[in-house]
């Protein structure tokens, strides 16, 4: 029970290039979450999913997409980077009906 | 909107002390969860103890403790016999019990860093 993990851990990437971060979680929770950390900001919702096939934006969507294909997996894409998008990203899951939401260790993104 | 602050960014204990973490909150909803999350050097974001906003009784888990203050909408963690393994940024979060929409986010406070010292 590997619970929620994230891939790549670390990733520097230029202005422009685009990128993919996996989120996967083996606890067959429903929702699924993408936040960034950023100093002196705390964490901000990117983007979340209530199921598979579903997803919605958080407070900070622009610049970001995400897919839920499968129930165990949430995508966060960037297509074209920017340098705002420099921050740590986490993954976080739990079940419907409950509130506690399960962490991955997180993606240190630098964009130059 | 709802709003979390932790007044205090950095904070220090001796080990084998008690510390206070301070954290308040704003929302005019009667009904809702708030949690206390501690991030170690390592980044990993573990939750440490949570409250639902419906149980006066104040959560305990081990060495931690809230005093959770409904009416002066204040949510304080307390470590006692603090270990160094204690030292970490600690987050404290709110969520709504509402399950529509943005509802379902977290809420973080900027969090405070705490130091333990042999």
């Known amino acids: 029970n590997a619970g929620v993990t994230q891939t790549p851990k670390f990733r520097v990437l230029k202005t422009g290039q685009s990128m993919t971060l996996l989120c996967a979680q083996d606890m067959n929770h429903e929702y699924m979450y993408w936040y960034r950390q950023d100093p002196g900001m705390g964490l901000r919702l990117i983007h979340y999913s209530v199921g598979e096939g579903t997803t919605a934006k958080g407070e900070v969507p622009d610049g970001y997409n995400v897919s839920r294909l499968k129930k165990q997996n949430f995508l966060l894409g960037l297509e074209s980077a920017a340098p705002s998008q420099t921050s740590v990203y986490f993954c976080a899951s739990h079940h419907r009906g409950t509130y506690e939401q399960y962490f991955g260790p997180g993606t240190r993104l630098t964009v130059t | 909107a709802q709003t979390v602050t932790q007044s205090q960014p950095e904070m220090s204990v001796q080990e084998a002390e008690t510390v206070t973490l301070s954290c308040t909150y704003d929302?005019?909803?009667?009904?809702?969860?708030l949690f206390w999350y501690k991030q170690p050097p390592s980044r990993q974001m573990i939750l440490v103890i949570r409250q639902e906003a419906y149980k006066q009784q104040n959560a305990t888990e081990n060495r931690f403790s809230v005093n959770f203050q409904k009416a002066a909408k204040s949510f304080s963690l307390k470590i006692s016999d603090s270990q160094l393994g204690d030292a970490a940024m600690y987050f404290c979060?709110?969520?709504?019990?509402?399950?529509?929409?943005?509802?379902?986010?977290?809420?973080w406070g900027l969090g405070t860093s705490l130091a333990v010292n042999p």
């Open positions: 929302t005019s909803e009667s009904d809702y969860y």
């Open positions: 979060a709110y969520r709504s019990a509402f399950r529509a929409g943005n509802n379902r986010k977290l809420i």
